[in-house]
């Protein structure tokens, strides 16, 4: 199971000023994380609620039909292509990353047994998309396009260009749509309305779970099924975790004690939340997670109705890369940051690292050990170091990256950051603070009825016009 290590954050170990005194904390927090766990897990199936991410461990009819369809197609495509954004794309990032060989598109076709290369479009940068054009063979190419809204316009341009390409290149639409897989509303938008018209195979991305939270929905499991992961094992690894994690025990239960942890620390006057893996696989983990806590956090008005202007700021840091860019300021900038470490007890392969240089004492300790013992001397040795520089740390491990722990992983966070939510007492479950750019990009496009914003989407107006909109 995966393991969560809060010591490091104790006034014992950092001292009083910067840590938590845990025991008084587990005492006098206790009951109200009791209610708040039981509120989630209580409120996981009403409608309009969000929180239906909690059940998508348990839907094997979901793994069963995204199995089934990646069986189907497997051996067809040397690639596939992943158009979304958000969290209709980090997530399955994340995991292909994380669980695949991690230089997947460089090995030789045999390597990957008839599996796809994958690329990820997330961004309307014309020269990523032309490069990736540029080297696609569009007739073994599987073009999956993820929306739940299906009007994200970075997503829907690059599908409106790889559609016509297709078309381009097999002649008629009806030839090209074998290429094309979709993840969208079960019934609502356009990619809908387009799945219908067009006959292209749809998933669901089902009600009431948002973009950040699908990555267990097809958003993630069917390009990880497509690539051959075995999307079974990531439930299993799910529902195993999830029995603790319904546990109402505070002591017991550690998604809750990092949500209370972070959020103590944030009152406290630490709104920096660092999360750093110590491992090349899952460093994009960090980037899925800061968009998941940010957008989940990042607040102006609480349930009540108040302007509270809250939210933690997440930042991404990767060990050991970090240890040369950004350790310097943890351990003497600011004392405004709480760290969050994740550590992989057993990699895959540990690699020795020769006895080169025998006689030249400065290298002579390398030789003989592996590259898993460096690793590891230097997340202990930074950890340690901002444990002695009064910085508060938590450590999450990870008993090796396969689908069962990497859904464990990505769980605790998402059930981490739900229980967040619930003390800063906003709603984490929406972002209305990403529409006003949006309407303005609309306006700036050109789009029907977006006109009286030109003018302002141009930097043309003050401020109170902005806030009136
Ligand atoms: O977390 C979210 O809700 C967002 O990041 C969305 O996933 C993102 O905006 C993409 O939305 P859609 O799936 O509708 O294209």
New binding site residues.
Partial sequence: MLRFDYTHLSTDRVGSTHGLPLERIFAEYGARMETLVRELYASKDDVGGWKKWLNLGYDRALAESIQQYADRVRGQFTDLVVL??????LGGYALLKALLHPYWNNLPEARRQGLPRFHFVENVDGDQIHGLLDVLNLKTTLVNV???????A??MSAFMLLQARLIETFGSPEAARDHVVLT?DASS?ILRQLANQHGYTAFE?PDDV?????VFSA?GLLPAALCGVNIEEIQQGIRDLDAVLQNTDLRENPAAQNALFQYLFYQQGKPISVIMPYSYRLAAVSDWYV?LWA?SLGKKMDRQGRVVHVGPTPVRAVGVTDQHSQVQLFNEGPFDKVFTFIQVETPEHTLTIPDAFPTVPDLAYLGNQSFHQLLNAEFESTRASLTKNMRPNATLTVPCVTPYYFGQLLYFLEVQTALAGALFQIDPFD?PG?ELAKKYTYALMGRKGYEHLVEEARGGANIVTSAAV
Avoid: L
């Fill in positions: 979304g954004i958000g969290g209709s794309s993820i929306s739940k809204s299906g009007t994200t970075e997503t969208t938008g991305v948002g973009g950040r939270f699908s958003v968009q957008e972002q990403v």
